[in-house]
T-cell receptor
């Protein structure tokens, strides 16, 4: 089974609204990462949060991490049509010296102009 | 810098044929990964190589073999292709020491008839 799982599976919002996606994982991690994938393209790394951090910001992105609940959330503020993409969380695996990186199934975000 | 490159971009195989997918990175990263992504799904880890000279199984290794040829190159081989291996294959790399985000190639679309 996958390390990380996201919800919701799909999200549709109006431009200017905020989008929140959640990720849960199962084992101890070193860090959690969020990626974006535009249709038919490769993944692009957005932001990384380490296990000793609780919150991190990058531009319009805000990521939180709760290691006690093994969960993370990605907030995109003031969304734009260009934010339409699939978003994935990924975690490394403490059992493999954090070398193994596993992805969740992703959230498909549609931002309607 | 080219980043992570993959060849070929697209391939059609008949059931039972073999082929090798090539991946190279020019970022001096130790760790490299092969993932597959089926339509509407997340990425599943096939194999990874934490450092030159080592390879390990991921979530879905059956039907695949890998070779870490040198620090730059990591190839994925399908010995006897099956229709179930129709997918998009992504190669990724990252710096092992910092355990930061992964850098992805553009993907190889494989169709097995």
């Amino acid at each position: 089974s996958q390390q990380g799982e996201e919800d919701p599976q799909a999200l549709s919002i109006q431009e200017g609204e905020n989008a929140t996606m959640n990720c849960s994982y199962k084992t101890s991690i070193n860090n959690l990462q969020w990626y974006r994938q535009n249709s038919g393209r490769g993944l692009v790394h957005l932001i990384l949060i380490r296990s000793n951090e609780r919150e991190k910001h990058s531009g319009r992105l805000r990521v939180t991490l709760d290691t006690s609940k093994k969960s993370s959330s990605l907030l995109i503020t003031a969304s734009r049509a260009a934010d339409t993409a699939s978003y994935f969380c990924a975690t490394d695996d403490r059992g493999t010296s954090y070398d193994k990186v596993i992805f969740g199934p992703g959230t498909s975000l549609s931002v309607i102009p | 810098n080219a980043g992570v490159t993959q060849t070929p971009k697209f391939q059609v195989l008949k059931t039972g044929q073999s082929m090798t997918l090539q991946c190279a990175q020019d970022m001096n990263h130790n760790s490299m990964y092969w993932y597959r992504q089926d339509p509407g799904m997340g990425l599943r880890l096939i194999y990874y190589s934490a450092s030159e000279g080592t390879t390990d199984k991921g979530e879905v290794p059956n039907g695949y073999n890998v070779s870490r040829l040198n620090k730059r190159e990591f190839s994925l081989r399908l010995e006897s292709a099956a229709p179930s291996q129709t997918s998009v294959y992504f190669c990724a790399s990252r710096d092992r020491a910092s355990k930061g985000g992964q850098y992805f190639g553009p993907g190889t679309r494989l169709l097995v008839l």
